[in-house]
């Protein structure tokens, strides 16, 4: 599978992943279809995990975290992939291009839904899982030479991207839990 090679090696080396990923010429498509929407079912999934060892988690709590879990991160791909072409249309001209904005995306998703999961399994609040997050920044930095950026943009692109795929999980979290918990 060289989805998951890919996958591997970006979380091991950014560098060397996205090297593979440009040589591999993998679609999208076949990307959310393989991987990032099976991930988001295991996600769904592992929020039921607490109810083996925790009495007051119910099914109940479980089927909304769920919900919220899933939710979250989907929207996001399409939320984050819509902001970013809007903010950096000159990354969207071409048809390569585009694809290259929503794997970047689809990709540092990827690595955040691996996080909410292992967080998820975890009995505890395990805090290193948070700062594990701040990798994710790494590795759009790595991405922003895949993209083909010149150097005056990076920063800016950096900072935009990072902020969108650390955040916009987090707000539509929150919303929905507004939503469905009260």
């Known amino acids: 599978m060289d989805i998951f090679k890919n996958i591997l090696l970006l979380i091991v080396s950014p560098r060397v992943g996205w090297e593979d990923i440009n040589a591999g010429g993998i679609a999208t498509s076949r990307v959310r279809r393989v991987a990032f929407y099976p991930l988001l079912a295991l996600l769904a999934l592992t929020t039921f995990v607490p109810m083996l060892y925790d009495k007051t988690v119910t099914v109940s709590m479980s089927l ?14 399409f939320i984050v992939s819509y902001l970013l072409s809007g903010f950096y249309p000159e990354l969207v001209k071409t048809r390569g291009a585009t694809a290259r904005l929503h794997e970047l995306v689809l990709y540092s998703l990827i690595y955040l839904v691996l996080l909410a999961i292992i ?3 975890l009995p505890i609040n395990f805090t290193p899982i948070f700062f594990m997050m701040s990798y994710m920044v790494w ?25 969108l795929l650390l955040l916009t999980p987090a707000l539509i979290s929150w919303l929905l839990s507004m939503l469905i918990v009260k």
Do not use: C, P
């Not at 909304?64 to 791909?77: E, G, L, Q, T, V």
């Not at 950026?149 to 800016?156: I, N, V």
């Open 119 to 121: 967080a998820n399994v």
């Open 64 to 77: 909304m975290m769920a919900i919220i879990n899933f939710s979250s991160y989907f929207f996001s791909y």
């Open 139 to 163: 590795i759009v930095y790595r991405g922003t030479h895949y993209m083909g950026l010149e150097k005056s943009r990076q920063t800016r692109f950096l900072i935009a991207t990072s902020a």
